[in-house]
């Protein structure tokens, strides 16, 4: 597998971190590119749901893990995929955790990729490391945030954290900046003033854009079926395409940064 790595990160949990990694997936395979998306939260594995994948209750990895396919140019590695009952809790130590990841990663049938996006759990624990290390050189991390100030403080733990460990940071995504109000279509900002830019800024990080609060971005998770697919001419679909562009910009530049190093410093 030689694909440009992807990591997606935030500090603090329920910032829309797994739909921003769905909605870029499903986005660059509808733009050609061969996509592998691999859920590395072990202890709450959603993406499956997200796009509407029936859990499939895999027993054995004798062969291999075969990813599930939702969609042309894209494929799906979710420790969802193994259980046969949704509701059963993994309680899993560090060890085990890394040893999963490392299949996910190193048995999984990828095939040829162009971009394997690793949606990691909040915080820096285990799953970012293991990812990290197993990964060797991966081309960057996203770090997603909402305008709240708990979560910007997060963002810069994370950056350093990205930093100690030698791996570029792609940018950061400022989700849930607004919503329009249904009755006076005034923009509301639930979570404060958005102030991620000012923190890139301050960190020397590219900042990726702002994404609004959309009411269906929930929904559609809820049904299995990505937003992006359901509402394609909608303005946050408009704007997620504009930052995923932009991001796919940034990864192509980092890779070769990546690479030249390498050769620099063998």
């Known amino acids: 597998m030689n694909a440009q790595n992807v990591l997606i990160i935030t500090g603090k949990g ?112 285990d799953e970012a490391l293991s990812a990290v290390h197993l990964l060797k050189g991966a081309t960057g991390a996203l770090i997603v945030t909402t305008p709240q100030a708990l979560s910007l403080l997060e963002v810069r733990r994370t950056a350093s954290f990205f930093r100690q460990l030698h791996v570029p940071i792609v940018g950061l995504l400022e989700n849930m900046v607004d919503v329009t109000c249904p009755h006076c279509d005034k923009a509301l900002t639930p979570f404060g003033k958005a102030d991620g830019e000012r923190v890139a800024k301050d960190l020397g990080i590219p900042f990726l854009g702002r994404m609004p609060v959309d009411p269906g971005v929930a929904q559609c998770g809820d049904k299995g079926e990505p937003f992006i697919v359901s509402f394609p001419q909608s303005m946050t679909a408009f704007t997620l395409r504009e930052i995923s562009q932009r991001c796919r910009i940034l990864i192509k530049e980092k890779a070769r940064f990546t690479l030249v190093t390498k050769i620099l410093y063998k």
């Open 14 to 125: 329920g910032v829309g971190k797994t739909t921003i990694a769905v909605s870029m997936a499903v986005l660059w395979a509808q733009e050609g590119w061969e996509v592998g998306l691999l859920d590395a939260d072990i202890h709450s594995p959603n993406i499956p749901r997200m796009l509407g994948i029936k859990p499939q209750g895999i027993e054995g990895l004798v062969e291999g893990i075969e990813p599930a396919t939702p969609m042309e140019g894209l494929k799906v590695v979710s420790m969802a995929l193994f259980l046969h009952n949704q509701d059963t809790p993994i309680t899993w130590r560090g060890p085990i955790k890394q040893g999963v990841i490392k299949q996910f990663i190193s048995d999984s049938h990828w095939g040829d990729l162009d971009f394997l996006i690793v949606d990691l759990p909040a915080g820096t624990g």
